[in-house]
């Protein structure tokens, strides 16, 4: 499966942005979802995920409340909403998919990665 993320942008403090990921190639209804992100001279951590059927959802405790991630198989998109942000949440955002109906919150248990999008979020 193909990944393309978009959405990311310059925002200032408190500010909103929704992010985008669509999936070509192969059955999108197939894979859990994730959202990790990347910061200059840090790891790779995990932001947001979700299942392959939308139901089940998991966050990193330091987004939880402000973002929301969302799954539309019908329009192979899965969606992440950035609310209140802060400039800790400044980094490249990447996403993932999966194959399987379960989400993980470690990069190496996901198969495909999307090429990023850039968040910056000033103070």
């Known amino acids: 499966v193909q990944l393309q993320a978009s959405g990311g942008g310059l925002v200032q403090a408190g500010g909103s942005l929704r992010l985008s990921c669509e999936a070509s190639?192969?059955?999108?209804?197939?894979?859990?979802m994730a959202w990790f992100r990347q910061a200059p001279g840090k790891e790779r951590e995990f932001v947001a995920a979700?299942?392959?059927?939308?139901?089940?959802?998991d966050y990193a405790g330091s987004v939880k409340d402000r973002f929301t991630i969302s799954k539309d198989n019908t329009k192979n998109t899965v969606l992440l909403q950035m609310n209140s942000l802060k400039p800790e949440d400044t980094a490249v955002y990447y996403c993932?998919?999966?194959?399987?109906?379960?989400?993980?919150?470690?990069?190496?248990?996901?198969?495909?990665w999307g090429q990023g999008t850039q968040v910056t979020v000033s103070s």
């Open positions: 979700i299942s392959r059927s939308g139901r089940s959802t």
């Open positions: 190639g192969r059955t999108f209804s197939d894979y859990a």
């Open positions: 993932a998919a999966r194959s399987s109906s379960y989400p993980m919150t470690t990069p190496d248990r996901y198969d495909y």
